[in-house]
């Protein structure tokens, strides 16, 4: 198997030009074979019944639906995956064989990632709680909790989550790393091609450097391929659909909010307006209506 | 691993004397496999050691893939009919002039007696970052090295500019297009008919590869049909000496015209893309219109529209405005 | 009666080996056990090689050595050694290795790795000469007095000289002058000032420099391919330390040199070294893609000049600045162009400033009108524009300027045999019709325009002092033995023709030996700057005469009377008017033979060349040997010959194409001995000429610093259909005063004719305006025809 593309250049001199095509095939195989066995798996275990532990304290004052993704959030993240989709498609289907322009596509979805990445960056920084995406200790036990409830059905309960579980913090932290990689090296990539903005230079960086960028950006998207399908799956596995369904309508109902939240962590109250910062979250404290008077 | 070049490395050489043994070769070695036709662009190549295919499967043994047939006022011509057979052939000549006077430009006369039909629209680029085996984004890199800042690029292109700035150097594609000729591909599922305008693959579909050939395919028979027979013709080539050179800017065009007026037309231009453009503007511009001077002018405007030189190939642009001005003028 | 030789056609005596492919050339040649050589070529510009691996080479099955440069003898640069530690162009030779045939050489040398340190590099000497520029070697960029310096100059020069768009001239490294032209630039009715670029281009001859090489008996058998045979051996037995006798060279044929292969090529030496370390015999066959790097090309020139002129057309004052791309090895061109324009134009005032930079392409030699081709293609048409803006005729401006045989000329005023320029402008003019022709300058028809013009190109034609050897066997011919190659003149025929008359022999009496120094050969000259035919039709007139003498006094001891009674004609010897009686030659040699002595060569002149004398005791004994020195006189002149070359061109002003339909060259060469082949040199000389100003091209990627146009088909030499069918040549034909038999050579001065005709036609198609550039191709004249932003500057070079 290819790993790295080497090339001799116009010196002869051994230059890194890329990740080798076969990650390709070997990201999707190997997302495809996680699928696979994940589902194997878990009809082999009996599927999931999340052992819904007592509701806390001050569940009755809640609403039937909870809200979890504002609008804004919500549009984020599907214009993000749109463009995100495009993106996989354009970088590896030429490259499995279905050959189209793809690179016009290609750079114009990449700047769109990109914008909607800044609005992101913003928008969570000025109007949501960065603190609910905060990975602590805490996130950390519940995870290993989760995990080995997952394993070992009769395991106990792991304790329930704050407003993101730890998996989607964690996927979402990679995610970032992933795509940053994937942006800034993508963006360094377009100083080589014809675009509005500039004439290109392929001499800007030298041999080594534009090696390593493409090198980057090639384990950037193929691990993109890995991620992005393993969160589609999960997102339409039906125990998943839930949350699916709350990054759609941007709620979810309170039987489910009571199941997997711990209202400690994330409190969705009335008074949470006047808690603010103490642990629960922005989307229900963005949208409350002390906070846009 | 040091350079060499000018000492062709050993291949495994097969001489096949049917389609059918042609196909299952390639098909039997896929990627290793190289179809080897008059040999004027494969032993540059292999000569350099830059394409270094393991099976050489020569198509100069079978007879079927030479000679011309007719089809009504049509003709079939096999993928291995030489290049001076088709611009001496009367019957070329009387129905398709435009693809006698293309198949007539090509580099000098020993040249066009070896090479063929099919192997002329399928060669490779002449862009020379290229062939100086340099890891450009045709050779499978990540560089056009033609396109840089300091690059020289008189020879490259103007349009359809994706990354790789190569053109195609065939003298006869563009006459091709111009006249709908198909090509015939055959595999070892079956055959395809591809029209001529999509058997040239431009780099923003497919960077490494200059046709629609895939490894196991075989060009088998080119058809021009017979719908522009005996229609008025223009072909011409310019280039930096008379012979043995491929073209700057070619044009060729095809006119059916009454009374001083373009009923149809097909203009085509090569050596300003990867592939043969036909200029489908143009077309629709001169269609209806009289033949005249106005006309001319402004197809040629038209026809340069969208186009963008690199460093040294602004003169393209005055070429091939010029030469479609010509082609519009020729219909008078 | 005996033919008349002078002045006839003849079928060279190779003619039938070439054209049914039974000449052998370089890579003809086999011996046994022979084995191939293949080279490891620099990939960079500038290089130093740090380490070798070829481990993984010379452990493959049929590799059988390897030769590096530690294994060639050591030069300091600028010379060149055929194997380097430090390339300094890409394609120069670092190593070769030998194996039992090509295919495994060359996979051999595939697995070697070198590893290599890129050092600085530098294309355009204008780059190099800038503050900070690179210089192509690490001891400097350019000689002075023999001393390697770093030149630069500095950053206002540059600044003011792009700001005005023209060449930047700072501290020149040669300069000369006559008279006050800053003088006589005031007094000027007109000046004319352009900034100038002819391009460096490749010579690639159709036989690449292959060669093949064993050692037998301590000594060294070299088949190569070469311009000279007897200067070339002794080349090589200088580069190798070697006795002259211990090398026995053949070079029947040479597919072409044009300047590049005068006295052989250094990778001559390759097989001969290669072939002592493994102990077989080595075959080196060239590639084109080598020839390309290693097979030499025309130094180019960016330059800048202003012309005064009187308001009749006397050009009063010259002033040249010139920079010359001295490639990897350095180029003198520019000596002999600032001559030649001085020669041409004869200006009173005149100044010559030139400087010749080192840099990192491939190295450069003569090539066929070395600096003389250049400059008067570049010159003629600003001279044509003096002419039009003082209404004065082209063919008039340059009769008025051109000068007689009385002509000082050059930094040292050397004065020359003979000068008919006049007469061949005249001629010229008359064969191709400048009266009527003149008046097609500008005619349009369709989006054709046609342009007329005139190049008057000189160059050097002869020297003096060689030696003849030839022989009268018992077989009744004449043998006569040339050390002169046979570089495609006819000139190892023709040079004996004179010979063979004054012997009043027909030409089937004659034989000639060449080509194998194991046969005897005489010193001779090299053959290059047209000398051949003035030198050697010398040459072997005076053996010629010495033979005769010989004759004479072997028929007068043998039949009586004095030497003087006796003529020669037909073979045969005989009192004069009584033809049937006497000897014949056979007869003679038999005679000369039993005389000995003299006779037969074994007593031989005091003054000829030691290696005459070895050649001579070579073929003494075998007949009767005429050997003499050239002792004609008439040293301290120059010797040149003349070139005018007229031309018509068609220019399509919507593709910049332009088309040669007529041409005509008259040449000023003296005598004219052979004229078939006088024809040929003049008319494939202009054509040679009109490729360099139009077709051939040689383009550089500054980045990586490598060249394109690495194939025939790239460089783009003019073919069949670049060239008018219908073109003419006249010559004028008055026997050079100083020389026996009056002729000069011809070889070389039609090139700068050629291409000037070109570009002056082509400078007046375009109404006057002179692109001061070649090649004229079709991007560049479409650029200026549309008024499109040039991608150039005024200076740039290497381009496309």
């Known amino acids: 198997m290819e790993v790295l593309r080497r090339a001799a250049n116009p010196w002869g001199q051994e230059v890194l030009i890329g990740i080798g095509w076969d990650l390709v095939w070997l990201a999707v195989v190997a997302s495809a074979a996680f699928v696979v066995g994940h589902m194997v798996w878990v009809r082999l275990r009996g599927g999931f019944t999340h052992e819904a532990s007592e509701p806390g304290p001050g569940s009755s004052g809640l609403p039937e639906r909870v809200e979890r993704h504002s609008f804004a959030a919500r549009a984020f993240h599907w214009v993000m995956s749109a463009a995100m989709l495009v993106l996989l498609v354009t970088a590896f289907v030429p490259v499995l064989g279905l050959q189209f322009p793809w690179v016009t596509l290609h750079w114009v979805a990449g700047l769109a990632l990109l914008a909607t990445v800044l609005w992101h960056i913003v928008h969570s920084i000025g109007w949501q709680d960065l603190g609910s995406m905060w990975v602590s200790a805490r996130d950390v036990r519940e995870g290993f909790a989760e995990l080995r409830q997952s394993l070992d059905p009769k395991a106990p309960p792991a304790p329930r989550a704050g407003k993101y579980p730890f998996d989607h913090k964690l996927y979402h932290h990679v995610v970032v790393v992933v795509s940053f990689g994937a942006i800034a090296t993508g963006l360094l990539m377009m100083l080589r091609i014809d675009t509005p903005f500039w004439d290109r230079n392929t001499y800007l960086l030298s041999d080594a450097a534009w090696g390593w960028t493409y090198l980057v950006h090639g384990l950037s998207g193929v691990s993109l391929i890995g991620l992005v399908a393993g969160h589609i799956y999960f997102a339409i596995r039906p125990e998943k659909r839930w949350i699916t369904w709350s990054m759609v309508r941007g709620w979810i109902d309170r039987e489910h909010y009571l199941a997997h939240h711990d209202p400690e962590r994330w409190n969705v109250g009335v008074d949470a307006g006047a808690r603010r910062g103490a642990g629960a979250i922005a989307d229900a404290v963005a949208r409350a209506p002390d906070q846009d008077a | 691993m040091a350079t060499i070049r000018d000492m062709m490395p050993a291949f495994e050489l097969f001489q096949p004397a049917t389609v059918e043994d042609a196909v299952a070769l390639l098909a039997e070695h896929g990627r290793e496999a190289w179809a080897l036709a008059g040999g004027l662009d494969s032993m540059d190549w292999f000569k350099d050691r830059i394409k270094r295919p393991r099976v050489v499967i020569d198509l100069g043994g079978i007879p079927d893939l030479t000679g011309i047939q007719e089809r009504g006022e049509g003709l079939d011509i096999g993928a291995m009919t030489s290049l001076s057979a088709v611009a001496a052939d009367e019957r070329v000549r009387s129905r398709f002039q435009l693809l006698a006077d293309a198949a007539s430009q090509v580099a000098t006369p020993q040249i066009r007696n070896q090479g063929t039909l099919g192997g002329n629209v399928s060669q490779d680029t002449r862009c020379w970052y290229y062939r100086s085996g340099w890891p450009c984004y045709r050779a499978g890199g990540n560089t056009c090295y033609a396109s840089a800042p300091q690059a020289m690029n008189r020879e490259h292109c103007i349009l359809g500019a994706s990354r790789c700035v190569a053109v195609n150097p065939s003298d006869t594609a563009p006459a091709l297009v111009a006249l709908d000729a198909t090509m015939d591909v055959r595999n070892r599922r079956g055959t395809r008919t591809v029209a001529a305008e999509d058997y040239f693959v431009g780099p923003a579909i497919d960077i490494t590869r200059m046709t629609a050939l895939k490894p196991g395919d075989l060009l088998t028979s080119i058809r021009v049909p017979a719908d522009w027979a005996g229609a008025r013709f223009y072909f011409e080539k310019v280039r930096d000496r008379g012979s043995w050179d491929f073209a700057l800017v070619t044009v060729a065009a095809a006119f059916r015209t009454a009374g001083g007026r373009i009923d149809q037309a097909r203009v085509v231009v090569n050596g300003v893309a990867a592939y043969p453009v036909r200029l489908h503007d143009v077309e629709r511009l001169v269609t209806g219109a009289p033949a005249s001077e106005e006309t001319a002018q402004a197809a040629g405007d038209l026809a340069v529209q969208g186009a963008r030189p690199l460093k040294y190939n602004g003169y393209k642009l005055a070429l091939m405005r010029n030469l479609v001005r010509r082609a519009v003028r020729s219909a008078a | ?800």
Request: charged share 20%.
């Open chain 3, 1 to 800: 009666m005996a033919e008349k030789l002078i002045g006839t056609d003849i079928a060279p005596p190779d003619l039938v080996a070439k054209i049914t492919g039974r000449a052998r050339y370089a890579e003809d040649f086999r011996a046994d056990g022979m084995a191939f050589a293949k080279l490891l070529l620099s990939p960079m510009p500038h290089a130093r090689v740090r380490r070798i691996d070829a481990e993984r080479a010379l452990s493959m099955p049929g590799v059988l050595g390897i030769l590096t440069a530690d294994d060639v003898p050591q030069r300091d640069a600028p010379a060149e050694q055929c194997l380097t530690n430090e390339p300094v162009y890409e394609g120069e030779p670092i190593l070769a290795v030998a194996a039992v045939d090509e295919a495994t050489a060359a996979e051999a040398v595939e697995r070697i790795r070198v590893d290599l340190e890129p050092l600085p590099f530098v294309l355009d000497p204008l780059e190099s000469l800038r503050p900070g520029g690179a210089d192509a070697h690490v001891q400097g960029n350019v000689i002075v007095d023999r001393e390697w310096k770093s030149l630069k100059w500095t950053a206002e020069e540059f600044a003011s000289a792009e700001a005005a768009g023209r060449l930047p001239m700072g501290e020149p490294t040669s300069e000369w002058s006559h008279g006050d032209v800053d003088a006589a630039f005031a007094a000027a009715d007109l000046i004319v000032e352009e900034t100038i670029v002819h391009q460096s281009v490749t010579h690639h001859p159709m036989e690449p420099r292959s060669n093949m090489a064993f050692w037998q008996n301590g000594k060294l058998h070299i088949f190569a391919s070469t311009q000279s045979t007897a200067r070339t051996r002794a080349a090589l037995a200088s580069a190798l330390e070697l006795d002259l006798e211990d090398i026995v060279f053949v070079a029947e044929y040479c597919g072409g040199g044009f300047g590049s292969k005068i006295s052989g090529s250094t990778v001559m030496q390759i097989p001969a070294l290669l072939s002592r370390k493994i102990g077989r015999p080595v075959m080196h066959r060239v590639t084109r893609y080598e020839e390309n790097y290693f097979g030499r090309a025309r130094p180019g020139f960016q330059g800048w000049v202003k012309m005064g002129f009187r308001a009749d057309g006397r050009m009063t004052a010259l002033d040249l600045y010139l920079v010359e791309e001295g490639g990897a090895y350095g180029s003198g061109d520019f000596g002999t162009a600032g001559a030649v324009a001085h020669l041409t134009y004869t200006p009173e005032n005149v100044r010559v400033r030139a400087v010749s930079v080192f840099t990192n392409t491939p190295p450069k030699a003569a090539q066929r009108g070395p600096g003389g081709a250049q400059i008067i293609s570049m010159l003629e048409p600003i001279v044509d524009k003096g002419a039009r803006q003082l209404g004065v005729d082209r063919l008039a401006i340059r009769s008025l300027n051109a000068p007689g045989s009385d002509v000082r000329f050059g930094p040292r005023l050397m004065g020359l045999t003979s000068v008919h320029a006049r007469e061949a402008l005249e001629l010229g003019a008359r064969t191709f019709g400048w009266d009527e022709k003149r008046m097609l300058s500008g005619r349009r028809n369709g989006t054709k325009v046609t342009g007329v013009g005139i190049g008057l190109s000189p160059y050097t034609a002869g020297s003096r002092g060689y030696d003849g050897l030839m022989v009268v066997r018992p077989d009744g011919k004449l043998h006569v033995h040339q050390g002169i190659g046979n570089l495609g003149t006819h000139s190892i025929a023709d040079t004996a023709r004179p010979a063979a008359e004054l012997l009043g022999l027909s030409w089937d009496q004659v034989e000639i030996h060449w080509g194998d120094t194991s046969l005897g050969v005489p010193r001779s000259s090299n053959q290059a700057g047209s000398q051949t035919t003035h030198a050697h039709t010398r040459a072997n007139h005076a053996a010629a005469e010495d033979a005769k003498r010989k004759i004479q006094e072997v028929a007068a001891r043998t039949l009586g009377g004095a030497p003087g009674d006796y003529v020669l004609d037909g073979g045969r010897v005989f009192r004069r008017g009584s033809r049937g009686s006497g000897m014949s030659f056979a007869d003679v040699a038999r005679r000369a033979i039993e005389l000995g002595g003299h006779f037969d060569g074994h007593e031989l002149p005091d003054d000829i060349h030691a290696e005459t004398v070895t050649a001579a005791s070579k073929v003494a004994g075998q007949g009767l040997v005429g050997v003499a020195k050239d002792n004609y006189g008439g040293d301290g002149a120059g010797v040149y010959s003349w070139v005018v070359g007229f031309a018509v061109v068609e220019l399509d002003t919507e593709t910049g194409v332009v088309e040669v339909v007529d041409y005509t060259g008259a040449t000023d060469c003296g005598t004219v001995i052979h004229p078939r082949s006088l024809g040929a040199q003049v008319l494939g000389g202009s054509i040679q000429g009109m490729g360099m100003a139009m077709t051939q091209r040689w383009v550089f990627d500054p980045k990586w610093g490598v060249p394109f146009a690495k194939r025939l088909y790239t460089a783009r030499p003019p073919g069949m259909l670049d060239v008018p069918l219908n073109a003419q040549w006249a010559a004028v034909g008055i026997p050079d005063p100083t020389t026996p038999v009056g002729a000069k050579g011809i070889g070389e001065p039609p090139v700068g004719a050629g291409a000037a005709a070109i570009t002056c036609a082509v400078a007046d198609a375009l109404g006057g305006r002179c692109l001061c550039r070649t090649p004229l191709t079709p991007d560049i004249i479409l650029t200026e025809l549309e008024g499109l932003r040039k991608p150039y500057s005024p200076t740039a070079t290497h381009i496309g």
